[in-house]
């Protein structure tokens, strides 16, 4: 019977967060200036923070989370599992919730959020189903998507900037929210289409 792969060590894994920001981020010249990335240490803590999950120490698991959402503005509870090589882009109030699952590969912009549909639901819900979405291999999430629930996106899949994904995504899709609508000086508001734009541009809802 085959072996599986051996998984990196967690200071290997480290090693490759950092070379991913140099590699992603066009800002970032060397591995020196990416050490100042703002989502760099969000990430770190929560490689450290996890392990305490699985470990049962869920009391300094939280307390790390908290600290770096304190310091860095991303909220990623300790119990999610975000694979090798993911790159946080900017990091301002990305939030991935407990159950989420994150493969390898993954480009998350700010503002995105894999989150649940709501205790209304959530509480309804099965002692360890899980409440939040998985996120499958090289998927790119696009600043201020939301995705919500017990989702799949998978592998390859593109989630654009604003759009809200509460259903499963096919390998390779994209899922693109509606642009603005520019309108001429003096031209009267369609007030249907509008309201609409309005409400898909305010965030998650």
Not at 7 to 36: N, Y
Not at 167 to 192: C, F, I, N, S, Y
Request: one cysteine or more; a positive charge; glycine letters at 10%.
């Amino acid at each position: 019977m085959p072996q599986s792969p051996k998984q990196p060590g967690i200071l290997d894994t480290m090693r490759e967060d950092l070379r991913v920001i140099v590699e992603r981020d066009p800002s970032i010249g060397r591995r020196r200036e990416a050490l100042l990335h703002p989502a760099l240490p969000a990430l770190w803590t929560h490689r450290i923070a996890h392990r305490l999950h699985c470990r049962g120490r869920r009391m300094p698991a939280r307390l790390l989370a908290y600290a770096a959402r304190r310091a860095t503005g991303v909220e990623i509870h300790p119990g999610a599992r975000l694979g090798r090589r993911v790159f946080i882009d900017h990091g301002a109030a990305v939030v991935i919730g407990e159950t989420a699952r994150v493969g390898d590969d993954v480009t998350i912009y700010h503002q995105v959020t894999l989150g649940a549909v709501g205790w209304w639901s959530d509480n309804e819900r099965p002692a360890g189903e899980r409440r939040h979405p998985h996120v499958g291999n090289g998927v790119v999430l696009g600043t201020n998507a939301t995705v919500l629930g017990p989702v799949t996106i998978a592998d390859h899949a593109v989630i654009g900037a604003q759009a809200l994904v509460n259903k499963d995504v096919p390998a390779h899709a994209k899922v693109l929210a509606p642009t603005a609508v520019v309108r001429p000086v003096g031209h009267e508001p369609r007030l249907m289409e509008d309201l609409f734009a309005t409400t898909a541009s305010v965030g998650s809802w």
